[in-house]
């Protein structure tokens, strides 16, 4: 059992092969701290850290807890990236999916760790989770009615939940909260929504902008967030990690001119985009493949538009975190789908 909270030595990450996750056990080897990392094969396990030496993959799966339990051990720390997100733009309803990865999964998980001796947990939670008038600054404190979420919303509140409650009747249990907003980066394979939105603009298949305002971060910056929350986080608190406030207007100039294409400059009408997000939901359907835009993407980018603008002060003095620029963000994303063969 780890008996001092402030060392941080031998670390477990979920969700290690995601966009997050990925940047997060990297940043931890850099830093030379003993790493676990959750990955759902070992294939794609290699695939992803063939190039990081000295990590040790868990195969395992957020619905059975269980099963990778017992690799627990010997952790002092965990960092807790994995969630289901899937159906943000791969169409349909996915409720059962959602509450068995990211609240029972975090329920799960918080005790097999604590039964395990971590004394330490950091729980990557979102912007989901906070909500505020368009156009006003939006701070930690600001927090979702669960009426006024859709399915994966309401998920990631009901895990925070999940958190605090074990908080209460676990006293010896540190853990806190990480907010991410609209994550870009190296090494998404998955890909996520920026993944799938950068190799759509490379590849030209983006028939004009779409509505939105996002706060847009680079995972590198949260993957710094996680491990300064870990040391420094009080328990209990949420901090966000949200990044730049900009609209999807503003972004694809900038996304253009890096990966040297040709950008949509109109946006779509709402008819339009309503139908292109009913073909691509087809799409996936049948091909099992991601898309950009499905109903749920389209519906929460109306709904959420000029509710973007987070207030970092909190994240900034009191675990010193820092952004980088965005066009390095962009650069090194669309560098790395170009290395790979993605785009």
Known sequence: MNTNPNRLRSTFVTGA???LGNNLVRELVARGYAVKALVRSAAKGAQQFGDVPGVEMVVG??????????????????FHCAAFFRDNYKGGSHWEELEKINVVGTRALLQQAYDAGVRRFVHTSSIAVLDGAPGTPIDET????????????????LAEREVLRFLESHPQMHACMVLPGWMWGPGDRG?????????????GKLPGLIPGTFSLVDARDVAWAHIAAAQSGRRGERYLAAGRNLTMRQLMPVLGRIAGVKVPSRQLPLPALYLLAAVQEAYAYLTGKPILLSMATLRLLIREEHRTRFDHR??????????????????????????????
């Not at 799966?61 to 965990?78: E, I, K, P, R, Y």
């Not at 890909?191 to 590849?203: A, E, F, K, M, Y």
Request: hydrophobic content about 40%.
């Open 17 to 19: 092969t995601g966009l």
């Open 61 to 78: 799966d957020m619905a059975d807890v269980d099963a990778f339990a017992a690799a627990l051990q010997g952790c002092d720390t965990v």
């Open 142 to 157: 600001c927090l979702r009615a669960e009426a006024d979420a859709d399915d994966y919303y309401r998920s990631k509140i």
């Open 191 to 203: 890909p996520t929504s920026s993944g799938q939105l950068v190799r759509d603009v490379i590849n």
């Open 314 to 343: 909190k994240s900034e003095e009191e675990l010193g975190l820092s952004f980088r620029v965005l066009e390095q963000t962009l650069t090194d994303t669309v560098g790395w789908y170009r290395a790979h063969g993605e785009a």
